[in-house]
């Protein structure tokens, strides 16, 4: 039971560059996160999901794209990356969403030039 | 929105003293509240909770108080342990699925 796994761990882009981040699952959970991580900031929602085939906006869901074609996996796409969203990304997922607890991933550091 | 804010940033206690880590929300519908570790390289992991109807919940050398009324909530961890070195992030949740994260308190224990 692997839990909550995230790819890449870490990665350098370009500005304007595309890349995808995958989160899997293998949990069964029906409710899954994305989150970014900044220094002072503590976590902010980007997208989350409430079941397969289903995405909702968090607090700061510009700049991104999400896609759960399968319930065990959520992925998180940026288009045209810009130095903004350096970050460290984490991925979570819960049964029932909620105030259920969230499990996280390891996270993907992710640095834009 | 909710605001969470959260002090302080930086906790150094020697082993074997207590610890302490505030939070204030702003929305006084949020009703549930978690505490969450982070340590080096990982995600964070629940550590312990309270919802609103309750004041106080301890688990072993770890507590949560609530005080609805001031809307603030506090962490204290007694007996530290080099092993509680991490960072620690409270959080409020309100409805749906909207959890607001404090910045964050990163904890050193010395031995």
């Known amino acids: 039971n692997a839990g909550v796994t995230q790819t890449p761990k870490f990665r350098v882009l370009k500005t304007g560059q595309s890349m995808t981040l995958l989160c899997a699952q293998d949990?069964?959970?029906?409710?899954m996160y994305w989150y970014r991580q900044d220094p002072g900031m503590g976590l902010r929602l980007i997208h989350y999901s409430v079941g397969e085939g289903t995405t909702a906006k968090g607090e700061v869901p510009d700049g991104y794209n999400v896609s759960r074609l399968k319930k065990q996996n959520f992925l998180l796409g940026l288009e045209s990356a810009a130095p903004s969203q350096t970050s460290v990304y984490f991925c979570?997922?819960?049964?029932?969403?909620?105030?259920?607890?969230?499990?996280f991933g390891p996270g993907t550091r992710l640095l834009v030039l | 929105g909710e605001n969470v804010e959260q002090h302080p940033s930086t906790l150094s206690v020697q082993e074997g003293d207590s610890a302490v880590i505030k939070c204030t929300y702003s929305d006084s519908a949020s009703n549930y509240f978690p505490w969450y570790k982070q340590e080096l390289g990982k995600g964070p992991q629940l550590i312990i909770d309270?919802?609103?109807?309750?004041g106080e919940k301890k688990d072993q050398r770890i507590a949560v108080t609530l005080n609805k009324t001031a809307k603030h909530f506090s962490l204290h961890i007694t007996e530290t342990q080099p092993e509680d070195s991490a960072v620690y992030f409270c959080?409020?949740?309100?409805?749906?699925?909207?959890?607001?994260f404090g910045a964050g308190t990163r904890l050193t224990v010395k031995p």
């Open positions: 309270i919802r609103s109807n309750v």
């Open positions: 979570a997922s819960n049964f029932l969403g909620g105030t259920e607890t969230q499990y």
């Open positions: 959080a409020a949740f309100k409805r749906g699925n909207d959890m607001r």
């Open positions: 949990m069964n959970h029906e409710y």
